[in-house]
Nanobody, 125 residues
Framework: QVQLVESGGGLVQPGGSLRLSCAAS????????IGWARQAPGKEREGVSC????????YYADSVKGRFTISVDKAKNTVYLQMNSLKPEDTAVYYC??????????????????WGQGTQVTVSS
């Protein structure tokens, strides 16, 4: 059974950094695509970033390019999202998601079939 557990969210000031973690269990990441989506109050869920574990291709939403970095530690079966230069508009619940597919863009994560419970990120002074 696929299980994804996020951690690392919290309150941070604008310009600050956070690193989110997503621990995967019940499967190995080797053949998967995995990544992050977020949902702010009153808004649709949007894809933030995803990675194709097979070839290492990464994808980012335009709104986070240059500020966020996705990475994977296969030995730990864990995916990370390093978020720098955070802005108030980054405030949202961040979800980890995975699927057996080849992604071609960050927003494809919205169609992924396995999801974590989410972790809150709040950017505020």
């Amino acid at each position: 059974q696929v299980q994804l557990v996020e951690s690392g969210g919290g309150l941070v000031q604008p310009g600050g950094s956070l690193r989110l973690s997503c621990a995967a269990s019940g499967f190995t990441l080797d053949l998967y695509a995995i990544g992050w989506a977020r949902q702010a109050p009153g808004k649709e869920r949007e894809g933030v970033s995803c990675i194709n574990i097979v070839d290492g291709s990464t994808y980012y939403a335009d709104s986070v390019k240059g500020r966020f970095t996705i990475s994977v530690d296969k030995a730990k079966n864990t995916v990370y999202l390093q978020m720098n230069s955070l802005k108030p508009e980054d405030t949202a619940v961040y979800y980890c998601a995975a699927d057996l597919r080849v992604p071609h863009g960050a927003d494809e994560i919205r169609a992924f079939r396995s999801w974590g419970q989410g972790t809150q990120v709040t950017v505020s002074s």
